[in-house]
């Protein structure tokens, strides 16, 4: 992966996506450009595996995976963990979706999530959808306190 510029802000709709390739928990390559030629995407940065609120989210996200999917859109959790850890946290907690890992914290930082005091990504979501020439948009974003999950209802009503 090249490195990608870091944003100090969060990135805001309207911007486009920066394009990524980063590891699944099956250590297969996933790249946003790929995915989001099926439909809108749902990246949930989540600080660390095997956490609380992180586990929380990830959880529902599992659970309530049909009402994303009948929406035509891929919902992805993003941290800063080793594809074997979140594999590991995947196979624990019986995750239906997809975990990447940003283990060179490169895509928390050009998306304006990277939380520098602990060298983690801050908890935050950011729908993208195609633009008309086919590149990622950023339809709508959301960074988060420490302990402050999403609001599922807010991110489905962004999703077309």
């Not at 590891?23 to 790249?31: G, H, L, P, S, V």
């Not at 490169?106 to 729908?127: F, H, M, P």
């Amino acid at each position: 992966m090249s490195a990608l510029a870091t944003r100090e802000t969060l990135i805001a709709p309207g911007d486009t996506a920066p394009d990524f390739t980063l590891k699944t928990q099956d250590r297969a390559d996933w790249t946003l450009s790929d995915a989001v030629k099926a439909g809108d995407v749902i990246l949930c940065f989540y600080p660390l595996a095997f956490t609380g609120v992180c586990g929380t989210e990830m959880n529902c996200i599992s659970k309530d995976l049909a009402q994303w999917t009948a929406k035509g859109a891929q919902v992805v959790g993003v941290s800063c963990d080793s594809f074997a850890a979140n594999k590991a946290w995947a196979e624990k907690e019986g995750f239906k979706h997809t975990l990447l890992s940003d283990m060179h914290r490169q895509v928390c930082k050009e998306y304006g999530l990277y939380w520098a005091d602990l060298n983690v990504s801050k908890r935050g979501t950011v729908v993208i959808g195609k633009d008309p020439s086919g590149r990622g948009k950023v339809k709508w974003s959301e960074s988060r306190e420490p302990g402050n999950a999403m609001k599922w209802e807010d991110v489905l009503a962004r999703i077309a």
